[in-house]
T-cell receptor, first 113, second 116 residues
Framework: AQSVTQLGSHVSVSEGALVLLRCNYSSSVPPYLFWYVQYPNQGLQLLLK??????LVKGINGFEAEFKKSETSFHLTKPSAHMSDAAEYFCAVKADYGQNFVFGPGTRLSVLP | GAVVSQHPSWVICKSGTSVKIECRSL??????MFWYRQFPKQSLMLMAT?????????EQGVEKDKFLINHASLTLSTLTVTSAHPEDSSFYIC????????????FGDGTRLSIL
């Protein structure tokens, strides 16, 4: 079975500062990992995904995430926060078999001027 | 990129009526679609997994007769909330994915359902 934890339900950063959103997972098999962003009253948009290969994954809007197997982590980062990054962010894990995705509880990112 | 269209985006209706929500994959064939419910400031709660041409698989605690799911084609799944009541008011989101273990889910924009 898979599970996901996201440390910090709410993260605040200043505009231009580094964004770091934490995601840790547990999986008995090699996982596929995803980050999604959700703006108010909208669905989720895929930011990036890790399946195999390079452990540093680049996504849209300047975000990237690094898969660290030894730490069972897939933290999301962005060098410089923009006001438009304020949203809810969800980490998700999927086993390489089956259909089910497991979503984390989400982290709300606030960007302060 | 893969686009999922969900309609309607907002529904307000009286208690006792049935509401149908459509989820379409516009530029890919979705063998599997998912229906989620999201409460304010919470994560997604999976309601059911829908495979084209077969019965949906419902999560524990989700009433099959209340939330009817039909996945009649590779591009369309519908969720019908039957005899809706105020406690059914919520944000419903669908997603779809292409076949293949590495494929992500692509989400619709959600439907805000308000039952008066």
């Amino acid at each position: 079975a898979q599970s996901v934890t996201q440390l910090g339900s709410h993260v605040s950063v200043s505009e231009g500062a580094l964004v770091l959103l934490r995601c840790n997972y547990s999986s008995s098999v090699p996982p596929y990992l995803f980050w999604y962003v959700q703006y108010p009253n909208q669905g989720l948009q895929l930011l990036l995904k890790y399946t195999t290969g390079a452990t540093l994954v680049k996504g849209i809007n300047g975000f990237e995430a690094e898969f660290k197997k030894s730490e069972t982590s897939f933290h999301l980062t962005k060098p410089s926060a923009h006001m438009s990054d304020a949203a809810e962010y969800f980490c998700a894990v999927k086993a390489d078999y089956g259909q089910n995705f497991v979503f984390g509880p989400g982290t709300r990112l606030s960007v302060l001027p | 990129g893969a686009v999922v269209s969900q309609h309607p985006s907002w529904v307000i209706c009286k208690s006792g009526t049935s509401v149908k929500i459509e989820c379409r994959s516009l530029d890919f064939q979705a063998t599997t679609m998912f229906w989620y419910r999201q409460f304010p400031k919470q994560s997604l709660m999976l309601m059911a997994t829908s495979n084209e041409g077969s019965k949906a698989t419902y999560e524990q605690g989700v009433e099959k007769d209340k939330f009817l799911i039909n996945h009649a084609s590779l591009t369309l799944s519908t969720l019908t909330v039957t005899s809706a009541h105020p406690e059914d008011s919520s944000f419903y989101i669908c997603s779809a994915r292409e076949p293949g273990p590495q494929e992500p889910q692509h989400f619709g924009d959600g439907t805000r359902l308000s039952i008066l």
